[in-house]
Nanobody, 125 residues
Framework: LQIVESGGGLVQPGGSLRLSCAASGFTANPYAISWFRQAPGKEREGVSCMRTDTGTTNYAESVAGRFTISKDKAKNTVYLQMTSLSAEDTASYFC???????????????????WGQGTQVTVSS
């Protein structure tokens, strides 16, 4: 699998940012695209997931109502629209893909079939 994230950067508190995850090379369906983040000194957190065949989505409680995951099938790209950002959202954000659904992305034992290189999101004034 080839997975490439983009869209990170510096944003002020209360601002918005959209991350992109271009994924290709899948050999089976269904598969799910998940977004994770990890801040220095903290454990990895699964923040959102989409099962791409059904469009079913899932969000961590910490981002529900502020983040939206969506897809552009023609571009093989999944987006994470982030709004009302705060300093607590500062982290490296990673996109990952797994064959199957979103049932395990919040588990510490989650295993991806492919990971992106990550993109930094910094929320600061």
């Amino acid at each position: 699998l080839q997975i490439v994230e983009s869209g990170g950067g510096l944003v002020q508190p209360g601002g918005s940012l959209r991350l992109s995850c271009a994924a290709s090379g899948f050999t089976a369906n269904p598969y799910a695209i998940s977004w994770f983040r990890q801040a220095p000194g903290k454990e990895r957190e699964g923040v959102s997931c989409m099962r791409t065949d059904t469009g079913t989505t899932n969000y961590a409680e910490s981002v529900a109502g502020r983040f939206t995951i969506s897809k552009d099938k023609a571009k093989n790209t999944v987006y994470l629209q982030m709004t009302s950002l705060s300093a607590e959202d500062t982290a490296s954000y990673f996109c990952a893909a797994t064959y199957g659904d979103c049932s395990s992305y919040r588990s510490p034992y989650y295993r991806a079939d492919g990971w992106g290189q990550g993109t930094q999101v910094t929320v600061s004034s």
